[in-house]
């Protein structure tokens, strides 16, 4: 075996293990899967898969994760707003998941708000 087969047989191996150990963080959080979140006043969110696991001195494991989101203000009587994408994504450190986490039963309450002020608007254009 000459030095070019050495090198890229340690480059394979090292390719593997980075991959392994990716993998390994996620699967770490995994249990995070369906949990929900209320980050900013009018959002919520949940958790639907895991993506990336990043570390910084600063807060430690940051998890880049795909949600269904929900934007819902309620404020105003004409001007409300609302949205809900299936296909989104977020990110958040571990150590400020459990400030923001909601139960699934509040997640789906704000759900059929929103769905029902979408209804309502629907149903309001269309008459």
Known sequence: MDNNDK?????NE????????????IDKYSYLIGKCL????ISWEKITAIHRVDYDE???DEITFDCISIYYDEH?????KCGISIDNYGNI????????????????S??????NFIRTKINFKTE
Do not use: P
């Not at 090292?14 to 963080?25: A, F, G, M, P, V």
């Open 38 to 41: 209320h980050r900013a006043v």
């Open 76 to 80: 105003g009587e004409y001007n409300r």
């Open 58 to 60: 600063y807060g430690g």
């Open 14 to 25: 090292i390719k593997r293990l980075s991959e392994e150990q990716k993998q390994s963080q």
């Open 110 to 115: 704000i759900f059929e708000a929103t769905t």
């Open 7 to 11: 090198i890229t047989e340690l480059q």
């Open 93 to 108: 450190y571990v150590k400020d998941i459990e400030e923001k986490e909601i139960t699934s039963e509040k997640f789906c």
